[in-house]
């Protein structure tokens, strides 16, 4: 088993790796709207696609792996993740807001969205980033950490 990864980067668990990646991703759409504030609006287009395609890369981590992961281990199906899972879809939606302020040039229905978007977010993110990162953690061995951080960077 190759641990040089999660080593290198200095992510030794979930939590540590995909909190990185929410801060990495809300830093995406700060540079959005610093762009929109500036009046480019390509900019931030480019931006927000960069955002969508790491967001939808971090969810589908999430419903695809660890998710699954946690129900097999915790034995709670249907339970927190069926919660987060419908937040994800509420984080689309929210999302696709901003996207469609941006296509339109309009600043106030981008800033609508992004406040509706970073509203979910945060209170999403701090229930996994407090509860579930964590408590994956915890439910893995030192081993298992060290091999799910990696292959969560590596996918």
């Known amino acids: 088993m190759n641990l040089g990864v999660a080593q290198r980067?200095?992510?030794?668990?979930?939590?540590?790796?995909?909190?990185?990646?929410?801060?990495?991703?809300?830093?995406?759409l700060d540079d959005a709207e610093f762009g929109v504030?500036?009046?480019?609006?390509?900019?931030?287009?480019?931006r927000c696609r960069e955002f969508e395609g790491g967001l939808a890369r971090h969810?589908?981590?999430e419903e695809e792996v660890l998710f699954p992961l946690f129900e097999a281990r915790a034995g709670l199906v249907d339970g927190p993740?069926?919660?987060l899972r419908a937040e994800h879809r509420e984080i689309?939606?929210?999302?696709?807001?901003?996207?469609e302020g941006l296509e339109r040039h309009d600043t106030e229905a981008f800033h609508?969205?992004?406040?509706?978007?970073?509203a979910t977010l945060r209170c999403h993110d701090s229930k996994e980033e407090h509860i579930l990162f964590?408590?994956?953690?915890?439910?893995?061995?030192?081993?298992?950490?060290?091999?799910?951080?990696?292959?969560l960077q590596l996918r």
């Open 59 to 61: 969810m589908r981590l």
């Open 92 to 99: 689309e939606r929210a999302a696709a807001l901003v996207r």
């Open 134 to 151: 964590p408590t994956i953690d915890v439910l893995l061995t030192e081993r298992e950490r060290l091999a799910l951080t990696e292959r």
């Open 112 to 118: 609508d969205g992004l406040s509706f978007l970073r």
């Open 81 to 83: 993740t069926a919660v």
């Open 37 to 46: 504030e500036a009046g480019d609006f390509d900019g931030a287009a480019d």
């Open 9 to 28: 980067e200095g992510f030794r668990n979930v939590t540590a790796y995909l909190s990185w990646d929410h801060e990495r991703l809300t830093g995406l």
